[in-house]
């Protein structure tokens, strides 16, 4: 059985990001990193996403749709925090709407510091990422069948 | 013999009480009692004709009822001429005197005829119009009966003349029976003019200002067809010495030359198949209450249309008449399917899509080959079953939430799934694969390209992909499964139901039986027609194929359950940016505000409306019918 | 008869694998013509074994029902071409599993696929009549819809339909889902639909779509090589070439043009049926 790790596809939002992170993320995508080499695709769809790739702070008013865009995506899944202002608020950390990082509305896997990040960071960021994807795979099973044991 | 005497004078009986009846709970039993005793009769029919194999040929001299006839026929012009004076529509008087007097002069003062036919003739064709006109006509009247209540619940502006429409219906049925059992063609006419002054009674039924001038225009579209019968019967009876339909076909189908009167019958089957140009009365007849264009679309007034060119169709292969018939029709399906597109209101789709489909039956009668008739009559039965189902469920769905608008049946699944079933049906049974229709275009296909028409290649091959659009747009629209929409109260009568799911499971009989029906009925009637063995039309290979279509589509539910059995499924919502709030029906906007989401289909009123397409195939049919007649009776004179 | 069956076998065990490589190769060679390195040729096993094993996040179950309707309709549709069935009946089926595809967008009742489904249907009814005609032009060549017919005939039916060739190529780029027409979802990341009419799919329900969709693209790439095998041994060879040779072209096709809207499609298909599809077919009735 191949591991998930192979087929990694990614949903980027953003947050309340200054939009430097954003481009650094596209940047990604261009032949420069091209990171469909290693399998990841950006599908823009949380249905079709293992990754939830968040860039900028959370605010307000998007912290009720990063919180529904994460329940559409089947399991197992991951969530990367891109750029400082996803790992903690980062600049905009004490502005009145901000409530800080992606951490304190979802679990954050893996946390991409930077500002803005650099392709290179954000490539390992998921790679990292993609890796976890495996491990809770095996631990949901494993626990299924410990369940199914159980019953 | 006397069972065809009863087809045709019990349903005129019954009429006549239902008219005197006053009592809605006493007229009920009565119309339910009718319709059993008139749909046991055209099966015992049925089943006596296949059984004695033998076609019947009955009454050759019937001085006594031709008087009677030509009285009542002097009746009928009263009529017209009252109404059409009551509302200053003179036109219509002069239309129908010139017939009138034809007629008259021909029944009194015209040649004598030597040898003359048989006035009654039954054979297959006839067994199959009949077994369609006595069920779905009669489903249609026990239907009428739940409907009708409710209808006039919802118009209280209409003053309710329930004994009259009842009394219509039935006089409607008679007449079709006498129709398609008539031979001479003095009778045939007789008949055809009472549909048409029925179907005229009928859609005027409101007696509003549009229905009004909507029946007057089926009168005079039907009263033109009419005329060009009347001067057809002249025309056979001083110049080729018959008087029934029979002979001139046989006539034709030799190679005798009788195109004029065959393109004058088949001008008169174009306008009561409301083919363009004359599609406009068909489209105007939604006006009267559902039962009335149900039983118009599907049993019985265009069908006798359809079936008279069915008829005439060995004296069309291969003709200029024939030739005629075939452009017209195939231009109508093609022209009438894409104006279907635009429609939004369930009744008009459905009126269209009739048009169309009539225009596909009438261009496989103009081929005039075997296969093409074949699936012509195919079409024909298919067609009445799931027309009817359609514009009866449409008709269940209006009284229920107030609207045909196919918008409002957005989700209908969740809100009315009983009816929502039984529409996917209907329209599965219009246009899906392994279902009728199909089988029948395919064939249809097959005939035109045998026959080497390419233009009818062409309208065919487009039409049927705007066929598809339209009523995958609609079954869309019916199967969107809605957040937290509240089940609707279905105040469907028993009545309703009983008709409409008798018809549904016709459907389906008729889906999975075609093959038996093709082999018993239609191959021998096609051996008849053209004296001739009939080459097998679709291989038992095929037919296999197509059964097991079918049971995929069966068992699909228990193959769904199996591939798709993980137990880590889960329900979430649909996907609107994240905005959703709470449900499928709303999202946050731009300004932080609760909107209603709305899902249309695509209309495309710009491209397929009737502002830009309705005139141009207006002035194009009626070019090409003009062009075509003139040529082929310049010709033959 | 034998023969037959094994085509038949062939196809349902080898389509999910010629489709899935050729869908490998198509991003490869469509990331070298960007100028990327692109992913392993592999990659589309790869995401359908992953999708088979996540979570499926579902909106109703009549969508997956309908999903499975698709699926096997599809299957269907190519086993019956490869075993040599009737072709007319080959594409009503292909039809069948379209319209079961487009209920499951339909029934998802969410702006994204609901969009998807109409696009969809509009691509259906633009690329449907050259589809027929296509039928019918075997037909007029050979006197048969029987592909098995069809595929012994003495001469390649390329030679008398040069024209219908071409309208079917014309509308594999729609059924192939490539730009100019992936109106209604798309591999690349057009985003204002987000993925159209699969938006609402995912995990192993997802992963029956794409399945169903490289048995679609091998079953369809079987229609381009029936127009150039003939009872000669070499039309073979030059069929599959040609069937290479196409799918590159399609792959060229979608990287070097820009989407159009609806209308340009309706328009230029049903033109193109019209002038390469009917044309050809009339002048061939008329010489035979």
Redesign the interface.
Same mark, same amino acid.
């Given at each position: 059985m191949p591991k998930m790790a192979k087929s990694p596809w990614l949903l980027h939002y953003d947050g309340s990001s200054c939009n430097g992170c954003d481009i650094e993320v596209l940047a990604c995508l261009t032949p420069v990193y091209d990171i469909e080499r290693f399998g990841i695709i950006n599908t823009g769809?949380?249905?079709h996403a293992d990754i939830l790739l968040i860039t900028g702070g959370i605010n307000e008013?998007n912290k009720?749709?990063?919180e529904?865009?994460y329940?559409?995506m089947?399991?197992p899944k991951v969530v990367v925090a891109v750029g400082i202002c996803a790992c903690n608020g980062g600049i905009f950390k004490e502005c009145y709407n901000i409530l800080g990082g992606v951490d304190k509305v979802l679990p954050v896997d893996i946390y991409v510091p930077g500002c803005a990040a650099r392709p290179e960071a954000i490539m390992d960021g998921v790679l990292k990422a993609v890796e976890l994807l495996d491990k809770k795979q095996n631990e949901a099973m494993a626990k299924?069948r410990r369940e199914n044991h159980a019953g | 013999m006397y069972l065809i005497g009863f087809l045709i004078c019990f349903p005129l009986i019954m009429a006549l009480l239902l008219y005197l009846i006053k009592n809605d709970h006493v007229r009920k039993y009565f119309v339910y009692a009718a319709c059993g005793v008139i749909i046991a009769a055209s099966v015992l029919f049925a089943v006596r004709q296949i059984i004695g194999g033998a076609n019947g040929t009955y009454l050759r001299n019937t001085h006594l009822i031709d008087l009677l006839m030509s009285g009542v026929e002097l009746v009928l012009f009263g009529v017209i001429v009252y109404y059409s004076i009551r509302y200053r529509k003179y036109y219509v008087v002069f239309i129908a005197a010139v017939q009138e007097f034809l007629l008259l002069w021909m029944e009194f003062f015209g040649p004598e005829i030597a040898h003359p036919t048989a006035h009654i003739y039954s054979d297959r064709l006839t067994l199959i119009m009949c077994l369609i006109i006595g069920i779905v006509g009669c489903l249609i009247c026990i239907y009428a009966t739940g409907y009708m209540k409710d209808y006039h619940n919802h118009h209280k502006d209409f003053k309710n003349r329930k004994p009259f429409f009842f009394s219509m219906l039935f006089v409607f049925l008679g007449a079709m029976y006498g129709l398609v059992c008539s031979n001479n063609l003095t009778w045939i006419y007789f008949f055809w003019e009472i549909t048409s002054l029925c179907s005229f009674l009928l859609i005027g039924y409101n007696k509003t200002e549009e229905a009004i001038k909507n029946s007057f225009r089926a009168l005079w579209m039907n009263l033109l067809g009419g005329l060009a019968f009347a001067i057809a019967i002249v025309y056979c009876r001083l110049v080729y010495q018959i008087d029934g339909l029979q002979e001139l076909v046989l006539m034709g189908a030799k190679g005798v030359l009788v195109i004029i009167p065959v393109i004058l019958l088949a001008f008169a089957g174009l306008t009561k198949s409301a083919q363009l140009p004359f599609s406009g009365w068909l489209l105007g007849a939604m006006v009267a209450p559902t039962p009335t264009s149900a039983l118009l679309h599907s049993a019985t007034m265009v069908k006798a249309g359809v079936y008279l060119l069915l008829r005439l169709s060995p004296a069309l292969a291969g003709n200029l008449a024939g030739t005629m018939v075939t452009s017209i029709g195939g231009f109508t399906f093609f022209a009438t399917s894409l104006l279907a597109i635009a429609q939004t209101d369930g009744k008009k789709v459905l009126a269209y899509s009739t048009v169309s489909n009539l225009g596909l039956i009438t261009a496989c009668a103009g081929v005039g080959i075997h296969e093409a008739v074949w699936a012509g009559i195919l079409l024909m039965i298919f067609h009445a079953v799931s027309k009817s189902l359609m514009f009866l469920s449409v008709g269940a769905v209006e009284n229920c939430t107030g609207s045909r608008n196919i918008e409002d049946m957005h989700?209908l699944?969740v809100k009315l799934p009983k009816l929502a079933f039984v529409m996917i049906v209907g329209i599965a049974g219009m246009f899906?694969?392994?279902f009728g229709m199909?089988i029948s275009k395919?064939a249809a296909?097959?005939a035109f390209?045998d026959s080497?028409s390419?233009l009818m290649?062409?309208f065919?091959?487009?039409g *049927?992909? *705007?066929t598809?659009?339209y009523w995958?747009?609609w079954?869309?629209?019916i199967?969107? =499964?809605?957040?937290n929409s509240e089940k609707k109260k279905d105040i469907t009568k028993r009545s309703e139901w009983t008709s409409l799911l008798s018809q549904a499971v016709i459907m389906i009989i008729l889906c999975v039986t075609f093959p038996i029906i093709s082999a018993h009925l239609i191959e021998p009637l096609l051996s008849e027609m053209f004296h001739d063995t009939i080459p097998v039309i679709i291989s038992k290979?095929?037919v296999f194929?197509?059964a097991m279509?079918l049971c995929?589509?069966a068992i699909?539910?228990i =193959?769904?359950r199996l591939?798709?059995h993980?137990?880590?499924?889960? =329900? =979430?919502? *649909?996907?609107?940016?994240?905005?959703?709030t709470g449900d499928?029906r709303n999202f946050v906007n731009s300004f932080?505000q609760e909107t209603k989401?709305y899902?249309a289909?695509?209309y495309m009123e710009d491209?397929f409306g009737e502002k830009r397409l309705w005139r141009p195939s207006l002035i194009g049919a009626t070019a090409a019918l003009v062009i075509l007649m003139i040529i082929a009776i310049g010709g033959a004179v | 008869m034998w023969i037959r069956i094994v085509w038949t076998i062939l196809f349902l065990i080898l389509g999910p694998f010629a489709g899935g490589l050729l869908a490998g190769i198509d991003r490869k060679i469509t990331a070298r013509l960007q100028g990327r390195r692109g992913p392993s040729v592999w990659q589309p096993f790869y995401d359908l074994l992953k999708l088979f094993r996540k979570?499926?996040?579902?909106?109703?179950s009549?969508q997956?029902?309908l999903i499975?309707?698709f699926?096997?309709?599809i299957v269907?549709t190519g086993a019956?071409f490869f075993w040599g069935?009737?072709l007319?009946?080959v594409f009503?089926?292909l039809?069948?599993a379209g319209?079961f595809f487009?209920?499951s967008?339909?029934?998802?009742? *969410?702006?994204?696929?609901?969009m998807g489904?109409?696009r969809e249907?509009?691509q259906?009814?633009?690329y449907?009549?050259m589809v027929?005609?296509a039928a019918?032009g075997f037909?007029?060549c050979n006197g048969s819809?029987a592909v098995s017919d069809i595929a012994q005939a003495h001469l390649p039916a390329v030679l008398y339909l040069p024209g219908v060739f071409l309208g079917f190529l014309y509308i594999l780029t729609i059924k192939f889902r490539k730009s100019p027409f992936d109106i209604s979802t798309s591999h690349h990341a057009h985003q204002e639909m987000?993925k159209g009419i699969t938006?609402?799919l995912s995990?192993?329900?997802l992963a029956?779509v794409e399945l169903a969709h490289w048995y679609e693209n091998v079953f369809l790439l079987g229609v381009i090589a029936l127009f150039f095998v003939a009872s000669s041994w070499w039309t073979w060879i030059l069929a599959v070439v040609m069937c290479i040779v196409c799918y590159f072209f399609e792959i060229l096709i979608d990287n070097t043009f820009a989407r159009v809207k609806w209308?340009e499609m309706l328009k230029t298909a049903?033109s193109v049926?019209?002038v390469a599809g009917?044309v050809n077919?009339?002048i061939v009735?008329l010489i035979l």
């Open positions: 769809n949380p249905k008013q009720p749709v990063v529904q865009i329940s559409q089947p399991k299924e | 989700g699944i899906l694969a392994p199909l395919w296909l097959k390209v080497k390419i290649v062409v065919l091959v487009y *049927s992909a *705007s598809l659009f995958t747009k079954l869309g629209k199967i969107a =499964v809605v957040h290979g095929n194929i197509m279509m995929m589509i699909l539910p =193959v769904a591939l798709t993980t137990r880590r499924q889960k =329900v =979430v919502l *649909s996907y609107m940016g994240g905005a959703n499928d932080e989401m899902l289909g695509w491209y | 979570q499926a996040v579902i909106v109703n009549i997956d029902f499975c309707g699926f096997i309709f269907f019956l069935g009737d007319l009946l009503f089926s039809t069948l319209i487009m209920m967008a339909c029934s998802a009742n *969410s702006p994204f696929s609901a489904a109409q249907l509009m259906t009814m633009a449907e009549p027929l005609l019918i037909y007029v819809f987000v938006t609402e995990g192993p329900i029956l209308q049903w049926t019209l009917a077919i009339m009735i």
